[in-house]
Nanobody
Framework: QVQLVESGGGLVQAGGSLRLSCAAS????????LGWFRQAPGKEREFVATISWSVGDTAYADSVRGRFTISGDNAKNTVFLQMNSLKPEDTAVYYC??????????????????WGQGTRVTVSS
């Protein structure tokens, strides 16, 4: 059974930092692209960041570029999202997702095969 489990969310003041983790079981991140998405209340799920596990290529949404960093730990089969200089508009439920093996990076949530349950991030002003 495939599971992606996010952790690390919480309440933080504007300007603060959080580090989200996504650990996989029943699935290897090798040769996959991984993504972080977020969904704020009343809004559609939106792309945040993606990484190609094997080569390490990354891409970011304009709204988070320079503040967020996606990375992975191959030994732990875990992907991270380091979030710095957080803003109230970053408040959302954050999800990690995995694409099928050998699929390239994508910003479209519809193209991801597996999803975690989400972790809530709240940034107060």
């Amino acid at each position: 059974q495939v599971q992606l489990v996010e952790s690390g969310g919480g309440l933080v003041q504007a300007g603060g930092s959080l580090r989200l983790s996504c650990a996989a079981s029943g699935l290897s991140f090798s040769r996959r692209a991984l993504g972080w998405f977020r969904q704020a209340p009343g809004k559609e799920r939106e792309f945040v960041a993606t990484i190609s596990w094997s080569v390490g290529d990354t891409a970011y949404a304009d709204s988070v570029r320079g503040r967020f960093t996606i990375s992975g730990d191959n030994a732990k089969n875990t992907v991270f999202l380091q979030m710095n200089s957080l803003k109230p508009e970053d408040t959302a439920v954050y999800y990690c997702a995995a694409r099928p093996v050998f699929a390239v990076q994508s910003v479209s949530p519809q193209e991801y095969e597996y999803w975690g349950q989400g972790t809530r991030v709240t940034v107060s002003s």
